[in-house]
Structure formats: C-alpha cells, structure tokens
T-cell receptor, first 115, second 114 residues
C-alpha cells in the first residue's frame, strides 16, 4: 500500500541550529506533497506544498522542502531554528489513485528547540 | 476568510452515548473532509464531501458513524453508541474545488469517552 513515512518521531535542536525533518513516500508516481505544523490543541496549519512546478519549495516561517524523486523524499528544512518552531510536524501526500484531495499523513515528528 | 470552525472544542461523554460534532468550512470551499487523530499519530481520513454529496467513506467509519452536509455548507459527524476507542481528536478540513488545493483545518473537537 502507498504510504508516507516520517523518520524520527522526535527531533531536538538548539536555537539557531539547522532543522531537518525527514519524509519519504512510497509511490511509483510522485504524489502531491504537503507539510503541516500542529501546535498543542490546535488544528493543522499548512507550511508548504509540492505540486511538481519546482523541486525546491519555499513555505512560511522560513521553512523550505526539496522534492527528490530519485530518493522518494520531501524533507523539510529551516536554516536557523527559533523557539517558536517547537511543535509537531506532519508530512502528507495526496497519493496516486486516491480520491481527489484525500490526504495520507505520516506519523508526525515532534520538534523541540532548546535555548 | 474566517477559517474552518469546529464545535464543540471538547466533548466528554459516557460510553454508549451519542455525540454530534459540527464543522463550518470556509464559505467558498466546496470540498469538506473529516479526519480522526489519535495520540501520537497523524490524522486518518474518515470521509469526504463535494458540496452535499458524500463521495468517499473510509473503512474506519463504522456503521456507528454518520456524516452529513445537507446544503453543501456546514457538516455534522455523529457517533452513536460511543466506545472507548472513539476517544480522539476529530478534525475537519475544507478546500476549494480547483486543482490540488491544500486543505485548511479547523482546531478540532477532542472527544473523551469515560
């Protein structure tokens, strides 16, 4: 079955350090991919989306993600972490053969930022 | 754009009771989705509406679950005879009908079964 996998359920970085959150998908055809952020007791907020127009996608709050077909990956990065980035991050894909708009989510990665 | 609104934010009920949640999508969005999120997991798709038509239901949506979107605007999700395993966050999302548009999520309804 097609899936979205996030490697690492917890990532911890120091303020000002590079943030790297990993996401891989399993599909023979690249899906539409999204990164969402969730703060405690809130819904999901869209960070960025990949829709095949460009492999490097810039999002809000300084985040960006690079789509690599050869690695079936869509990792999320931010050059310099801020305390306000502490949250849970979800990678999601609109996978081939699924209903229009139906999202399959990864398990999530909790990002902790230390002062 | 007032965002997706969900009510109530929290619901505590005894096992066996029925509960109903409401979702008001962004007004111009014709697509509406329900997801369920349990602790430590990503959201799982439950069902999808395009306007008032329910086009897909997950096998996660047992016979005890029913969703409606009567006039293509707000939607309700009802759970009958609740069970302990129904405890979760229920998220609603909406999107426009043009292309692969991202979904906008509400803050969810957290259901706790005593």
């Amino acid at each position: 079955a097609q899936s979205v996998t996030q490697l690492g359920s917890h990532v911890s970085v120091s303020e000002g350090a590079l943030v790297l959150l990993r996401c891989n998908y399993s599909s023979s055809v690249p899906p539409y991919l999204f990164w969402y952020v969730q703060y405690p007791n809130q819904g999901l907020q869209l960070l960025l989306k990949y829709t095949s127009a460009a492999t490097l996608v810039k999002g809000i709050n300084g985040f960006e993600a690079e789509f690599k077909k050869s690695e079936t990956s869509f990792h999320l990065t931010k050059p310099s972490a801020h305390m306000s980035d502490a949250a849970e991050y979800f990678c999601a894909g609109e996978l081939v053969g699924t209903s229009y708009g139906k999202l399959t989510f990864g398990q999530g990665t909790i990002l902790t930022v230390h002062p | 754009d007032t965002g997706v609104s969900q009510n109530p934010r929290h619901k505590i009920t005894k096992r066996g009771q029925n509960v109903t949640f409401r979702c008001d999508p962004i007004s111009e969005h014709n697509r509406l989705y329900w997801y369920r999120q349990t602790l430590g997991q990503g959201p799982e798709f439950l069902t999808y509406f395009q306007n008032e038509a329910q086009l897909e239901k997950s096998r996660l949506l047992s016979d005890r679950f029913s969703a409606e979107r009567p006039k293509g605007s707000f939607s309700t999700l009802e759970i009958q005879r609740t069970e302990q395993g129904d405890s979760a966050m229920y998220l609603c999302a909406s999107s426009s009908g043009s292309g692969h548009q991202p979904q906008h999520f509400g803050d969810g309804t957290r259901l706790s079964i005593l």
